[in-house]
């Protein structure tokens, strides 16, 4: 069974720090960019990170940028999402999402683009 699973989430303080993961089964995620999106009730999905496939490539929405850190462990076939100096407005459902090939620069951010979706991990950033 094709799977992704977050993990990871939870309630920071502003300032703080989480990392989250993005564990596969039933595949290899050595050929797939995959990206991180998050949403909030009512709102379209934001495409926030994105790893590309073989060449490790990383893109950052400018929200985040020098925030976060996307990296992958292709042994444990698992991707991460390192988020530091975390803000209110990070709080959201983050979703990795799986696109076979490697992160186009154009469409990343575009979730009509992924073939596998995981079920969602809350980060909540409040004082």
């Known amino acids: 069974q094709v799977q992704l699973v977050e993990s990871g989430g939870g309630l920071v303080q502003p300032g703080g720090s989480l990392r989250l993961s993005c564990a596969a089964s039933?595949?290899?995620?050595?050929?797939?960019?995959i990206t991180w999106f998050r949403q909030l009730p009512g709102k379209e999905r934001e495409g926030v990170s994105s790893i590309s496939s073989t060449d490790g490539l990383t893109y950052y929405a400018d929200s985040v940028k020098g925030r976060f850190t996307g990296s992958r462990d292709n042994a444990k076939n698992t991707v991460y999402l390192e988020m530091n100096s975390l803000k209110p407005e990070d709080t959201a459902v983050y979703y990795c999402a799986a696109h076979w090939g490697v992160t186009v620069v154009a469409k990343w951010r575009d979730p009509n683009n992924y073939d596998y979706w995981g079920q969602g991990t809350q980060v909540t950033v409040s004082s």
């Open positions: 039933g595949f290899s995620l050595d050929y797939y960019a």
